[in-house]
């Protein structure tokens, strides 16, 4: 089914800018077609929550404390999907998780951290 592989995370100023992508390695173009995508985030002392979705026709979904500010997207070609986050917020610190999902099962990448602060 292939590793979810993420990257782009860092240390951003509160109001600029990151790019989160995460690819499906060694996964083959008709199975990852099958997942719904997504990202979730966990800060500290917290739960892990959804961030945003993407389907495989490019239908989202998103969080109402992101909406307007991050933008998930979908290249099913390299099998790969991203989360734009603008306008970062110190409360968007969290390690973020790659996600892909058929029927209940949610399987997770490894998780990259994210860190807003001047």
């Known amino acids: 089914q292939g590793q979810l592989v993420e990257s782009g995370g860092g240390l951003v100023q509160p109001g600029g800018s990151l790019r989160l992508s995460c690819k499906m390695s060694?996964?083959?173009?008709?199975?990852?077609?099958?997942?719904?995508m997504g990202w979730y985030r966990q800060a500290p002392g917290l739960q892990r929550e959804l961030v945003a979705t993407?389907?495989?026709?490019?239908?989202?979904d998103y969080a109402d404390s992101v909406k307007g500010r991050f933008t998930i997207s979908r290249d099913n070609s390299r099998k790969t999907i991203y989360l734009q986050m603008n306008s970062l917020k110190p409360e968007d610190t969290a390690v973020y998780y790659c996600?892909?999902?058929?029927?209940?099962?949610?399987?997770w990448g490894q998780g990259i951290q994210v860190t807003v602060s001047s």
């Open positions: 996600s892909r999902q058929v029927g209940s099962q949610i399987d």
């Open positions: 993407v389907t495989s026709g490019h239908s989202t």
């Open positions: 060694r996964a083959i173009l008709s199975v990852f077609n099958q997942y719904l």
